[in-house]
């Protein structure tokens, strides 16, 4: 076991997301689910294609529209190991 | 709504302008003094773009920015103002070496600067934000 201030996380977090599967679950188009977290739509396809990482507080209203936590719907994938 | 009123009143007040100066000016069918004017058009036709898009989102019930557009303006503008600074140092290095007067070299550049804003505005809205 490391020791404290050597042990380092070398890589970067990816983020995936569920938001795709949990719209067609809930039967939703890209346009109802921006006007229920006022955003754009863009915003909800560049979501879905993991090309962005949203704010807590957006990350918040898409778990509350779909009734799930937070941790349900965003996966963080580690891309390298915790030492 | 009011800034997208603004944006198509300014393209407007530029068409208009340049269309004065074109007519007036008696300028000659020269490839090289049609560019300017032509590269002004362009500048003009993406604050039309720019201005139809809010539009849409406006009669889309969308808001006109959220915080992903707003993310991609802020990354936008400091990657061109970084890439800008090249571009002068450039005009800069070229300004003795090429037979071309001050107030020409000065909207050229200013182009330039534009250009540069729509090239990283279009690749941050095609690549994304992450990890940010």
Redesign the interface.
Known sequence: MSSAGSSLVTG????NNKIREYRAKYNLTQ?DL??RV??????IV?LE???????LK?AYDLAKVFSVAIEELFLFEDETGMD | MKRTIIIFMLAALVLATCAIWFLTSGVSFEWMGLLQPFVIIFVVVLGLFFGIRRLRSVRRGEPAEDELSKKISVKTASVSYYVSIYLWLAVMYFSDKVQMEVHTMIGTGIIGMAVIYVLCWLFFSYRGIRNE
């Open positions: 970067v977090s990816a983020m346009e921006a006007q006022k955003v754009r739509r863009e915003t560049f294609k993991n090309k962005y990482n949203p704010s957006l």
